[in-house]
């Protein structure tokens, strides 16, 4: 599967963006898709995943901000990011895996399919 992220941009601290996660390639139904962000000088770190059965699950800093969903009707998996602060300026990845444990799923090590990245900028 080829994934491709989108939706990043500048906005206010207190706005809200949505990111899209576009894959291309059959079977996307069946693989557990995450999101990921990384900072300068930080290491890449879990936001959210989502099973293909729909169980969702979300960075403990995140809960009540974030959500994760899914269209697989139009192969896309959606990160939506509320109440933003400057400290969620990062470049946010997407990643799918057919085979992730349950236990590996904030591990970004159990993904084998990765985006570009989209540049989320939160100003102060």
């Known amino acids: 599967v080829q994934l491709q992220a989108s939706g990043g941009g500048l906005v206010q601290a207190g706005g809200s963006l949505r990111l899209s996660c576009l894959a291309s390639?059959?079977?996307?139904?069946?693989?557990?898709v995450g999101w990921f962000r990384q900072s300068p000088g930080k290491e890449r770190e879990f936001v959210a995943t989502?099973?293909?059965?729909?169980?969702?699950y979300i960075a403990d800093s995140m809960k009540g901000r974030f959500t994760i969903s899914r269209d697989n009707s139009k192969n896309t998996v959606y990160l939506g990011m509320n109440s933003l602060n400057p400290e969620d300026t990062a470049i946010y990845y997407c990643?799918?895996?057919?085979?992730?444990?349950?236990?590996?799923?904030?591990?970004?090590?159990?993904?084998?399919?990765w985006g570009q990245g989209t540049l989320v900028t939160v100003s102060s």
């Open positions: 990643a799918a895996s057919q085979t992730v444990i349950q236990s590996a799923l904030r591990q970004s090590s159990a993904y084998g399919a």
């Open positions: 390639g059959r079977s996307f139904s069946t693989y557990t």
């Open positions: 989502i099973r293909r059965t729909g169980h969702t």
